[in-house]
Structure formats: structure tokens, C-alpha cells
T-cell receptor
Framework: KNEVEQSPQNLTAQEGEFITINCSYS?????LHWLQQHPGGGIVSLFM???GKKKHGRLIATINIQEKHSSLHITASHPRDSAVYIC??????????FGTGTRLQVFP | DAGVIQSPRHEVTEMGQEVTLRCKPI?????LFWYRQTMMRGLELLIY????????DSGMPEDRFSAKMPNASFSTLKIQPSEPRDSAVYFC????????????FGSGTRLTVV
């Protein structure tokens, strides 16, 4: 079993829909990253959080340390949000443990 | 800031040849990470450095892979000899304070070994 699990693996949506991607982890962590990877490969760190909630534009990330769960929400989704979203956690070291990613496609 | 700079962007080489990938981290970052991404295995950490010192190389696949960081502004990942199974996208990333602050990935090097 992976230490970091994401769901769903694949997600399609119509433009404007509210999207939620979930991440559950089984280890103690010091922080969690949400990463975005567009087709063509570049990886961008969207958020790093260790508690509570962060918001940036249409993106919101939440984390519940007790439940070992984080969610990434996208409001008013747009085709340019189409990408792979990756959850990654820091567990006791400086190394990230990655989830397998959620492939999101938003259609006009 | 130009971000993390990797070169080359694409590399095609024949099996058995030596391949060198290069990375310039963001100035002031004290951590540098090398990752490999494949369809089958996703993102895998190969090695990381703190203040130019290799801290954990347990992800390096085998002796054919080596990495160096001679100074704070430059690192290399070398594969010698290369094999077709080494074909992947190799990412470099840097951060400061270790906890991932300012965590920034380079654009990656797409390596194809034929």
C-alpha cells in the first residue's frame, strides 16, 4: 500500500464545475505539498501547508492532520486547469513522498 | 529570479554512451533534489544535497548513476553507461530551510536512450 494515496486517479469536468481532489497519507508528516504538472511536463508547487487552509485565486487547499487527509479544491474550473495534480508529504526527513497523481481534464 | 535551470531540455543518446544532466538551483536555496519521472513509477527521488553535501542517495538506481554538487550553484547527474531503461524525464528541484519553503522544480530534461 502506498503511503500517499490520491483519489480520484482521473477526473473530467465541465468548465465552471467545482472540483475536489483528495489525498490521504498513512505516515506522520511535517508538511504537505500540492503540485501541478501540465502536459509538456513542468511541475509547479501550488501550496505547502501543515495545518488549516490556504487559498490562492480559485485554488483552495485544506489539511486535517488528525485525519491524515488533505483536499485540493478548484472553484469555477477552466480548461487551463487541466493538468496532473500531485500530493506529496514530508515524513520525518527532507524527502518528499509522492502520491500517484490525479489527472484532471476540464472541457469547455 | 530565473528559477531552477536545467540543461539540456532534451537528450537523445545511444545505449552505452555517457549522459550528463545539469542543474542550477535558485540562489540562496540550500537543498537540491534530483528526481526521475516515468509513466510506470511516477516521480522518484534519486538523491538530494544539503549545502552541497549528498545526504541521501538511496534512490540512485545503481552504480551507473552518479551526482555531484561542486558548489552551491551547480549540480550534475551522470549516467554511464546509459541504457534504454534510463529513458525518463529527470527533474531538479531546490528549496531552503529543508521544510520545502520555496520548493521549485526545474523544467526537466527528457532523456531518450536508444
Amino acid at each position: 500500500k502506498n503511503e500517499v494515496e490520491q483519489s480520484p486517479q482521473n477526473l473530467t469536468a465541465q468548465e465552471g464545475e467545482f472540483i475536489t481532489i483528495n489525498c490521504s497519507y498513512s505516515v506522520g508528516i511535517s508538511a504537505l505539498h500540492w503540485l501541478q504538472q501540465h502536459p509538456g511536463g513542468g511541475i509547479v508547487s501550488l501550496f505547502m501547508l501543515s495545518s488549516g487552509k490556504k487559498k490562492h485565486g480559485r485554488l483552495i487547499a485544506t489539511i486535517n492532520i488528525q485525519e491524515k487527509h488533505s483536499s485540493l479544491h478548484i472553484t469555477a474550473s477552466h480548461p487551463r486547469d487541466s493538468a496532473v495534480y500531485i500530493c506529496a508529504v514530508y515524513h520525518n526527513t527532507d524527502k518528499l513522498i509522492f502520491g500517484t497523481g490525479t489527472r484532471l481534464q476540464v472541457f469547455p | 529570479d530565473a528559477g531552477v535551470i536545467q540543461s539540456p531540455r532534451h537528450e537523445v543518446t545511444e545505449m552505452g554512451q555517457e549522459v550528463t544532466l545539469r542543474c542550477k538551483p535558485i540562489s540562496g536555496h540550500d537543498y537540491l533534489f534530483w528526481y526521475r519521472q516515468t509513466m510506470m513509477r511516477g516521480l522518484e527521488l534519486l538523491i538530494y544535497f544539503n549545502n552541497n553535501v549528498p545526504i541521501d542517495d538511496s534512490g540512485m538506481p545503481e552504480d551507473r548513476f552518479s551526482a555531484k554538487m561542486p558548489n552551491a550553484s551547480f549540480s550534475t547527474l551522470k549516467i554511464q553507461p546509459s541504457e534504454p531503461r534510463d529513458s525518463a524525464v529527470y527533474f531538479c528541484a531546490s528549496s531552503f530551510l529543508g521544510g520545502g519553503y520555496g520548493y521549485t522544480f526545474g523544467s526537466g530534461t527528457r532523456l531518450t536512450v536508444v
